[in-house]
């Protein structure tokens, strides 16, 4: 789901990414809070004129640190989702915090409950355990140092806060849906959480508007945005939970051979409409060209360029007998527009975004009738 990140290492079996907004904004983050450092060192009743690190390394020092406790947090999250059988793809360290990529989501709210609370939690235990230790031993530790401790508490509490307030995609918006779960259903409790978001967001913006924080408005521009799509999805999810991936795949597939140029293709796109063609060879699967594939070739050499060339080879299966739901949250978590359903070693159908999205519109004209 998250492309443009990359592997920096891994904790107990869970990768842990960076995100490339990570990386370009470090700097600048670091620079920001360097700005205000004599300024809340006033604030902490900590001597600025006793600290002896340059601001600029002060900040890079507390931004990393500050990641890594959102590391920790989102591990909370992972190992306690782990532990109720939810399997944990990977931690991506992004600009807005973290993310933990946990593999369906488990509609039981009871786990759902436990599992977004976690991540808080661990916050609010890492931010008062550094600042009861910055007050216990501040006539040991140099300014500097205390100065560290006592503004990595004060961020993770407030880490601990902010994601409580109850608006999705934030955990607290999870508590409360999962408290709401309790007694409806869970497309129903989706439905109230989200309402409930939107109203946060509003006085969100309004805030930031009366206060010039173009900030807060990015923030609750964000909230609204995933609140909005985690809606859509387990609406999608309720409404298509009881249909298989056979009963909406086409059958229709036509295959081409990795010999013919691109010029052929798209003529013979035009003639059918389909937008991605397996390349089959000998009965067997080798790739798949989409019209993205050939968008990147310069017109000029349409003629001269095969389709074995541009087709791409990472294959994305699944089987007919697998669940919508199974196929549509594959093709949001890698990304892409189709999966090829395989029985066996066999291609029997192909299975798309849009397959799922008419089939989803049509279920809902259906129950309105
Ligand atoms: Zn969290």
Known sequence: ????????????????????????????????????????AELMDISYSNMVIPDY??????????????????????????SRGNEINSITLMLLGGVAEIKEMSEEPHDELRISLVGPMVSLAIGLTLILVSQLISNILAADLQFIVLYLGQLNVFLAIFNLIPAFPNDGGRVLRAFIARKRDFLTATKIAVSVSKVIVFIFGVIGFLYGNFILILIAFFIYMR??????????????SDLKVKDLMSQDVTHISGDISVK??????????????????????????TMEDIRKIDPQKQHNVSVREIMSTDIKKISPEEDINKALQLLLEEDIGRLMVMDGDNLVGIITRTDIFNAFKIKQIENRL
């Open 264 to 289: 052929e293709l798209l003529n013979k796109m035009l003639h059918r409409s389909h937008s991605g063609y397996p390349i089959i060879e000998d009965g067997k699967l080798l790739g798949c060209v």
């Open 227 to 240: 609140a909005n799509q985690e809606f859509q999805y387990s609406k999608i999810k309720n409404t298509l």
């Open 57 to 82: 390394i002060l900040g890079l020092v507390i931004v990393i640190a500050l990641f890594i406790s959102v590391g920790l947090h989102e591990l909370g999250h992972s190992f306690v989702a782990r």
């Open 1 to 40: 789901m998250l492309k443009n990140s990359f592997k920096i290492g891994s904790i107990s079996d869970i990768p842990i990414k960076l995100h490339i907004s990570f990386i370009i904004a470090l700097p600048f983050i670091a620079w920001a809070v360097s700005t205000n450092i004599e300024m809340m």
